[in-house]
């Protein structure tokens, strides 16, 4: 088994910025890819993007491409993945949650694992 928890979230003002941490914990040797999703009340949850554990290629949504990005603690001993966060908006308002697979495709559902989530609000 493997265990996910986020750290970092908060209340932001439109346009700024906010990082992101997860930590796995357990059977961390069985992950290969760890992700980001994001889910606003009333909307489905969305993908938000993915890194290989080891190849560290990352893949991201649509709606955050060029101001996200994530990537991995270079000290493999920390098992910690972030999202950071730039030039924020009031739409990335969201609880935003970590997840983890076995599989090493960057795929947007089937995970393994995933996080009990942390709360993201962008004021406008």
């Known amino acids: 088994q493997v265990q996910l928890v986020e750290s970092g979230g908060g209340l932001v003002q439109a346009g700024g910025s906010l990082r992101l941490s997860c930590v796995a914990s357990g059977s961390t040797y069985t992950i290969n890819v760890m992700a980001w999703f994001r889910q606003a009340p009333g909307k489905e949850r969305e993908f938000v993007g993915a890194?290989?554990?080891?190849?560290?290629?990352?893949?991201?949504g649509d709606s955050v491409k060029g101001r996200f990005t994530i990537y991995r603690d270079n000290d493999d001993a920390k098992n910690t993945v972030y999202l950071q966060m730039n030039s924020l908006k009031p739409e990335d308002t969201a609880a935003y949650y970590c997840?983890?697979?076995?599989?090493?495709?960057?795929?947007?559902?089937?995970?393994?694992?995933w996080g009990q989530g942390t709360q993201v609000t962008v004021s406008s």
């Open positions: 997840a983890a697979m076995k599989t090493d495709f960057l795929v947007l559902e089937g995970y393994d694992y």
């Open positions: 890194i290989n554990w080891n190849l560290r290629v990352a893949r991201y």
